[in-house]
């Protein structure tokens, strides 16, 4: 064998291995791409789906207040803010604490329906907060002002103002 056939066959040798090993890199990231497009769309399937469950619910609660009866409300909303938990969206969070809030009218003790309503504005604030969202961090403000906790939603104000010069997340 001569020295430019000794050489053709290595450089063959070297770029048939060099492709090889491309098409295994391209197959792994199309594998890595495949098996992640799949949980985006389970993550958003599971939060449309709990969305509709704690908006049923809290239909349930105002049906439920509807009617005066305060312990189905309750037993309504208990469920609403489990499915809203779930959904891991700060709209649920603030639609379970505006619930909480109307039973607590019903009730009568708009005092005694704080921390519960409380709470749920917090969860939505971190979460509107962890999604960079400016129109979450508006509406949690909203809410703890007419909780009266000003502190609070002048905070949720300034971070809204913030995030909404930052404009959208790519």
Do not use: K
Not at 54 to 64: K, L
């Amino acid at each position: 064998m001569s020295m430019v056939d000794r050489d053709g066959s290595t450089i063959l040798r070297t770029s048939l291995v060099a492709a090889l090993i491309g098409l295994a890199l391209v197959a792994a990231v199309m594998e890595v791409h495949a098996d992640l497009a799949p949980r985006e769309n389970r993550q958003a399937a599971e939060r449309l789906r709990f969305d509709r469950l704690w908006t049923a619910h809290v239909a349930t609660v105002d049906r439920a207040l509807a009617r005066h009866d305060v312990s189905g409300a309750v037993v309504a909303w208990q469920d609403a803010y489990g499915a809203a938990l779930a959904s891991r969206g700060w709209e649920g969070m603030i639609a379970v604490g505006d619930a909480f809030l109307r039973i607590g009218a019903e009730a009568g003790s708009l005092r005694g329906s704080r921390p519960n309503t409380r709470q749920a504005y917090l969860n939505a604030l971190i979460r509107a907060h962890r999604d960079g969202s400016a129109d979450g961090m508006r509406r949690a403000a909203e809410a703890f002002a007419a909780l009266g906790d000003e502190a609070v939603a002048e905070h949720c104000f300034r971070v809204a103002d913030q995030l909404a010069a930052r404009g959208p997340r790519s």
